[in-house]
């Protein structure tokens, strides 16, 4: 029997386990209950398919969508493994062809949806699977939807504790992307999980960068959108609220010349279907969708996500926005803040109504409020987006991440500390009983009935506050929720309380900084040297060419065949033996067989069609603007002073002396990098794989940032090549 390791290299190609991927895969071996809470593309599905690899029997996953189940099997079955999926979209012929597969013990993982598992026959089916081959284990994809509480509840979803009573013996493992502690305990509860192992991996997707556009008018608008796609090349979503939005918005892009296809509930479901995989086929550039379309898809290579319509709550949003860079790769997330949106959004709440009776869903609708406050407060917030985005997960990060528009142009800091005194105070004085809205009033005087009828204007904090404007209050609120100076319910009412920073700034042990809105600077980066292509891109070029038709052939998408972080390495590594190609990360068994032919008469090509590419000069391959960068840090100049000298995001600095070393340059990074930190970095390179700058990144705990991790895999490449 293969190990959990030779089984990983084997079927996926992979020399070393995800950080918690190999604990995960224990505990299912001993068959015990997990939850398992990791951000879109930090390696799930592999926690519950190795182990039904390794396990006797049949291993159950539950899955939303038909598309993602497609999808998930197609994938396994290029890697060698027996999965399959029972749904309505087969004919008669081709389900008993695959019940016939199950039966025999030939499947590995049956993949079916919430909606049909419960249907009298089908559990007859699984009882006999149970009988003759055994079950292995449950696997609940997308378990979030168990909860009334997430974001995309599903009732259906919630007899799947039938499963346990049915099934005692088999032990279950559900897993989400995202989940706040409410709904972790509501995903326990309902699934009734055994003392099971529990991974919650950080929420942070560093690769990612976030900004918040103000809208500006429908044409004004939707020049930025223009602009911000063709700032972002690549494959792309568009979030639109309405259909008709979204019918709108793929219209015009398509008289622009850009190859944008719509995706909402209206349209019948072969031509989403068909949609859907013209886009993750590479076909069509952009998917112009509402949230009906996403959860599940696993195109890895979508380099930006706009919502070009305000998102309903901020789990909703971390997850429709995640979609982008699954494959660690740099990518772009842009939110469009409309004030008409939200006042769409509260009129829709207010219609929520039971279907049955008529009555208004009083409860529904003031968490729904909640949470489009909490959503507003994140596009007007003047804090690092990320430390927001983790808070409201209960990760704690220390801002400035340097990826989002508040931290790439930050605002000027003034110290507020009095009005936060006095913020505090009159929360203090009204018991902690109340909103945001509530507390502005009192402290800017309002003459309001409910004011007078809990007697707070005879309160010493009453009309202290008339100096600030109501939403100037609103910023000085939100900075310190943001900032965990003050906390908030969760149960749809958002009363404040005070917590212990709180009770530190009114006795005058802390100081408040919070920041003032400004003109949003220009970045004057070198986006537009990106014509200048060195080798390793030009192949890298012909190489998503060869994979594309490889693809279409076998009706596949193509990062199934290999995904972008493989083609890359195979690029600048340019295998021409099997032995090396085998060494890809990414290059299982089934795929050495299948592919490397091909793909090593491709580089075989191109390296005779350019002899002298390895040999081409620096100068040549590099532009300008990398070189003025790197003639500057000769001189002795640290990463600042050119970022401030060029008027350069100081990422973008970091890269061109990653670029330049990969050309061969020496440069003498000990300046800015120690070569203990160096050596730090090396041996997590060496230890987890150098195709994943975000696998080194975890294993290093945070210790590093992306941008020195980069400048050191960059030096540890060339090593290697000498």
């Not at 013996?169 to 992307?177: D, E, G, K, N, R």
């Amino acid at each position: 029997m293969l190990s959990p390791q030779q089984a990983l290299k084997q079927y996926f190609g992979y020399d070393s386990f995800r950080v918690g991927q190999d604990q995960i895969v224990e505990a299912a071996l001993a068959n015990r209950d997990a939850l398992i809470i990791m951000p879109t593309g930090g390696g799930k599905s592999l926690c519950f398919q190795l182990p039904a690899l390794l396990k006797s029997g049949l291993t159950l996953v539950i899955s939303p969508l038909i598309a993602l189940m497609q999808d998930q099997v197609a994938a396994l079955e290029l890697n060698g493994i027996g999965a399959t999926f029972l749904n309505s979209s087969l004919s008669e012929v081709e389900r008993q062809e695959r019940i016939d597969r199950i039966l025999a013990g030939t499947i590995k993982l049956l993949y079916v949806a919430p909606e049909s598992l419960f249907n009298p026959n089908f559990l007859t089916f699984l009882d006999r699977v149970n009988a003759q081959i055994g079950i292995s284990g449950v696997a609940v994809d997308e378990a979030h939807c168990v909860s009334e509480w997430g974001h995309d509840f599903r009732p259906d979803y919630r007899q799947l504790k039938q499963l346990r009573s049915r099934y005692p013996q088999v032990s279950i493992m559900a897993l989400t992307a995202t989940a706040t502690e409410r709904v972790r305990q509501d995903i326990l509860t309902q699934l009734e999980l055994r003392q099971p192992m529990i991974h919650i991996a950080s929420f942070n997707r560093p690769n990612l960068y976030y900004e918040v556009i103000a809208k500006q008018g429908k044409q004004q608008s939707y020049a930025e959108l223009l602009r911000q796609i063709q700032r972002n090349p690549g494959a792309g979503i568009i979030y639109c609220f309405s259909r008709k939005s979204v019918e709108l918005i793929a219209e015009s892009l398509q008289k622009d010349g850009i190859i944008a296809i719509p995706y909402h509930g209206g349209m019948n479901s072969k031509e989403r279907e068909a949609n859907q995989n013209r886009w993750i086929r590479d076909d069509a550039r952009i998917m112009v969708a509402t949230i009906a379309f996403g959860m599940g898809i696993n195109k890895p290579d979508v380099r930006f996500v706009i919502h070009y319509d305000l998102p309903r709550n901020i789990e909703g949003y971390y997850q429709e926005s995640g979609r982008a860079g699954r494959d660690d790769e740099p990518s772009h997330c842009a939110l469009f803040l409309g004030y008409q949106d939200i006042e769409r959004l509260k009129y829709l709440i207010e219609q929520k109504v039971d279907p049955q009776t008529g009555d208004r869903l009083e409860e529904e609708q003031r968490i729904a409020h909640q949470q489009l406050r909490q959503v507003v407060d994140y596009a007007e917030g003047t804090e690092c987006r990320r430390t927001i985005q983790l808070r409201y997960f209960g990760e704690t990060f220390t801002g400035n991440c340097g990826n989002c528009d508040n931290c790439r142009n930050p605002k000027p800091l003034q110290d507020w500390t009095v009005e936060a005194q006095k913020f505090l105070s009159c929360i203090a004085r009204t018991n902690e009983r109340f909103g945001m809205a509530y507390i502005i009033d009192v402290l800017r005087g309002a003459k309001k009935e409910k004011i007078q009828q809990y007697g707070h204007e005879k309160l010493s904090t009453y009309g202290i506050g008339k100096d600030k404007t109501a939403d100037e209050w609103k910023i000085l609120g939100r900075s310190m929720l943001h900032q965990g100076l003050l906390a908030q319910t969760t149960d749809g009412y958002g009363q404040l309380k005070l917590n212990d920073l709180s009770w530190e700034i009114l006795r005058s042990k802390r100081v408040v900084n919070i920041a003032v809105p400004t003109k949003v600077q220009v970045d004057r980066s070198d986006s537009q040297d990106n014509s200048r292509r060195d080798t390793v891109e030009a192949l890298f070029d012909q190489l998503r060419s060869l994979r594309k038709q490889i693809a279409n052939q076998q009706s596949v998408a193509p990062y199934v065949i290999f995904s972008d972080s493989t083609l890359k390495l195979m690029a600048q590594q340019q295998p021409v033996t099997l032995e090396a190609f085998r060494q890809l990360s990414g290059v299982g068994d089934r795929k050495l067989t299948q592919y490397s032919e091909q793909f090593i008469a491709a580089i075989q090509s191109y390296q005779q069609d350019h002899p002298d590419s390895s040999k081409k000069s620096s100068s040549q391959n590099q532009s300008k603007t990398q070189l003025q960068t790197l003639e500057l840090f000769e001189q002795g100049l640290n990463i600042s002073e050119i970022a401030q000298q060029r008027e350069l995001k100081p990422s973008t600095v970091w890269s061109h002396l990653a670029q330049s070393i990969e050309l061969g340059h020496q440069l003498e990074i000990t300046r800015i990098i120690s070569p203990e930190h160096q050596e730090e970095i090396i041996k997590a390179i060496e230890t987890v794989g150098a195709e994943s700058l975000r696998n080194v990144f975890d294993h290093l705990q945070e210790r590093h940032d992306y941008d020195r991790i980069r400048l050191v895999k960059a030096l540890w490449f060339r090593s290697k090549q000498s």
